[in-house]
């Protein structure tokens, strides 16, 4: 036995000298433009300058990210499939599905957490309301007649919806897409009234005046948006929300292997170039060791689970 375990250790140290000697595949389980397809695209870009070989972005959206994250997990555990995930699919899904296609520990190996942003609550022009304070009074005001967009059930845009509503007791409905994109889409086409908003996709259209920032959800403003204030100042007391990003591979993925891509992970998010676009984007880099990632999906689980609960959320 011990003989077949050094055999395997020096079989999976020889294959990580080697790797990689091919094309690998990045999965973005959304849909393309939206944060984690940026995110997605940056960091692989980067990743084929560091790896010397090509890395190609696939994205498989849809179900709030489990079928991209069920495709990820089929696929053999070799180091050439590689999957952006967040905490809104690690922790939230948990609370929303009665059935997950896959099971995050018993089906990946965590590689590094690489970035972590709040968001920011939008509305369209046409809502007569120019603080949270107005759009809580506007909600009470008009029960079940005001609507919020979000990338999907699950999504942290859609939980942080729910956590409004419950935080401050209005009734707004949920309309869920496949993906922010789309629902920052149709905001600024006036068919949903406001979305908890990654900033990626909202930037564009805070800053051309399409969509009104009232508040970040935050503890602290944030650098993109100084003037904005957080819920919190805003009148929403202990309001905070925000995702965080990481990459994983298929579970028995070779140690060697998830060391290699962690320290090139770790080596991308310091880079200065990469640092003032994640500053652009409105994101914090982030670096971990491999294990963090699921010693962080645990330990937010009992506040989402809290949250969900609260908002009376059952999974479905």
């Known amino acids: 036995m011990l003989r077949f375990l050094a055999i395997f250790v020096l079989a999976g140290s020889a294959y990580a000298q080697t790797y990689p000697s091919r094309p690998i595949k990045f999965v973005a389980p959304f849909p393309p433009g939206g944060s984690s397809d940026v995110l997605c695209r940056l960091l692989g870009a980067k990743l084929a300058e560091g790896l010397g ?93 005001l609507n919020f967009g979000s990338g999907g059930k699950g999504i942290q845009s859609h939980v942080s919806g729910e956590m409004f509503k419950g935080a401050v007791g209005i009734d707004i409905v949920h309309v869920p897409y496949k993906g922010t994109v789309q629902a920052v ?19 564009p259209h805070i800053r051309a005046g399409r969509l009104r920032a009232l508040a970040v959800t935050t503890r602290e403003r944030t650098a993109v948006l100084p003037d904005v204030p957080t819920m919190i100042e805003a009148g929403v007391p202990d309001y905070e929300s925000g995702v965080w990003w990481a990459v994983l591979s298929p579970n028995g993925t070779p140690e060697p292997i998830v060391g290699r891509l962690n320290a090139e992970l770790g080596r991308i998010v310091n880079l200065p170039d990469v640092r003032e676009k994640y500053a652009n ?36």
């Not at 491999?290 to 059952?314: D, L, N, Q, T, W």
Request: aromatic share 6%; charged share 15%; glycine share 6%.
């Open 53 to 145: 070989q090509p890395v190609a972005v696939e994205n498989r959206p849809g179900a709030s990210a489990n079928i991209g994250h069920e495709y990820a997990a089929k696929q053999p555990p070799d180091g050439y499939t590689i999957v952006i995930t967040s905490s809104s699919t690690l922790v939230n899904n948990r609370y929303l599905y009665k059935h997950l296609p896959f099971d995050a520990i018993a089906d990946f190996s965590p590689i590094s957490m690489v970035a972590s942003a709040g968001q920011v609550l939008v509305v369209h022009p046409s809502v007569p309301a120019t603080s949270v304070r107005e759009l809580i009074a506007l909600a009470r005001a008009q029960p079940g007649k």
């Open 185 to 203: 889409s149709d905001l600024v086409a006036g068919q949903v009234q406001m979305v908890f908003s990654d900033m990626v996709p909202a930037m």
């Open 281 to 316: 984007l409105g994101v914090s880099p982030e670096h971990s060791t491999p294990g963090y990632v699921f010693e962080r999906m645990k330990a937010e689980a009992p506040r989402i689970a809290s949250a969900m609960k609260a908002a009376g959320v059952e999974p479905e």
